[in-house]
């Protein structure tokens, strides 16, 4: 694990920039569901596994070096409580497709109005026989390394000196069933084979977690050949042995590369070669938002105390842990719930509420029953 031994910026001075996107959850699941995600555990291909451990290890990673001068409850990272598996969790339950929703083009090619071409969801993606990743990935998207560099500002020798997906083999999506005929949510078989296994399942949702980690890989090579990053690379496989060309930037590299996605163009120039990979390659902006959130919303709340009740309803839900031995309590020094807590939150604006421009509140008085409606409930 390559550990950095200069004055960081702590945990939370990091989080802080994204702390707005902390509650985002590209599935819109439930607390209770995601959270017993990540108490179980998810099969998962190890190139899946090992691309989401690279971007959860670049985000939250551990720290030793704060030990001695904060105290040991700042040393773990989100790979020391498995943030990676809320991450996979979350994008693979992100869209579920009904079968009415999706059709074989007609005759003439086209597509009733809104519908969705079964082929917009298949993929079939074959290493071992083209010759190498990029040849693959063309062979895919049905388009000529010429069509495909003259958007680009590099080779086609450049991209494909570093474009490796690792292990990566053979990655398959496809209806689980005869999708013309069937009605409801459609079931979806993912097949990724590598030299030495094959991880099958079969999904009621778009697998979209590992689709995106081809996407990273994809951009990751090109954010390389264009010399964007800023560290060397490393083709170490010790660390994510299961992870392809993303893997292999360093933790700063890996952010900047992600952060390309957003608002380096990206998407635009490799649209040909990505389309193939993901039904709509419009939303990786958002994911990459995304990812940066769900740290925060996995490693800042109290979920990985709550134990086997995570998956209860919130007033059935018990803490496992003792309340101040909970990660992230111990990390931000809060007791858990106090009297007060709910009032006294002046110290989040500097001079609490002394500008003049900010409307004046009267705290003075007992703050109970605030946050009832006028006339709900009447006398009780």
């Not at 990812?291 to 995570?310: D, R």
Request: aromatic share 6%; hydrophobic share 40%.
């Amino acid at each position: 694990m390559h550990e950095h031994t200069d004055s960081s910026p702590t945990r939370r001075g990091v989080m802080k920039g994204i702390g707005g996107l902390a509650a985002l959850s590209m599935s819109g699941a439930t607390f209770s569901q995601a959270a017993a995600a990540v108490d179980n555990p998810l099969a998962s291909d190890p190139h899946t596994a090992d691309t989401y451990r690279a971007i959860v290890d670049a985000i939250i990673p551990r720290t030793p070096q704060l030990e001695a001068e904060l105290g040991a409850e700042h040393v773990p990272g989100g790979l020391d409580v498995e943030l990676e598996k809320f991450l996979i969790w979350d994008f693979n339950h992100f869209q579920e497709i009904r079968a009415e929703m999706v059709t074989e083009p007609g005759l003439l090619g086209g597509v009733p109005d809104g519908l969705m071409p079964v082929s917009m969801f298949e993929t079939g993606l074959d290493v071992t026989g083209s010759g190498s990743v990029l040849d693959a990935l063309l062979d895919l998207a049905d388009i000529s390394l010429l069509d495909l560099v003259s958007s680009l500002d590099v080779t086609g020798e450049e991209l494909e000196e570093h474009l490796t997906l690792g292990p990566v083999e053979r990655h398959q999506v496809s209806f689980a069933d005869d999708v013309e005929s069937a009605s409801g949510p459609a079931d979806f078989d993912l097949v990724v084979e590598t030299a030495t296994e094959t991880t099958h399942r079969v999904l009621q949702n778009y697998p979209y977690a590992p689709a995106f980690t081809l996407v990273f890989d994809v951009v990751a090579a090109e954010f390389i050949a264009l010399g964007k990053n800023e560290d060397a690379i490393s083709r170490d496989r010790t660390e994510f042995p299961g992870g392809g060309t993303f893997t292999q930037l360093s933790r700063e590299d890996r952010l900047r590369c992600l952060w390309s996605i957003v608002d380096g163009g990206v998407v635009d120039r490799l649209d040909d070669l990505l389309s193939p990979l993901v039904p709509d390659v419009g939303i990786l902006k958002y994911v990459v938002m995304a990812v940066n959130g769900l740290h925060g919303f996995g490693y800042y709340t109290e979920w990985s105390g709550l134990g086997e009740t995570k998956t209860n309803t919130p007033n059935e839900r018990t803490l496992a842990t003792p309340p101040g031995e909970v990660q992230s309590r111990e990390q931000s020094g809060y007791p858990g719930p106090q009297p007060g807590y709910a009032a006294n939150w002046r110290h989040a604006v500097e001079g609490g509420f002394d500008d003049p421009d900010v409307d004046q509140l009267d705290l003075s008085g007992d703050l109970t029953g605030d946050d009832v409606l006028d006339g709900i409930g009447g006398d009780t």
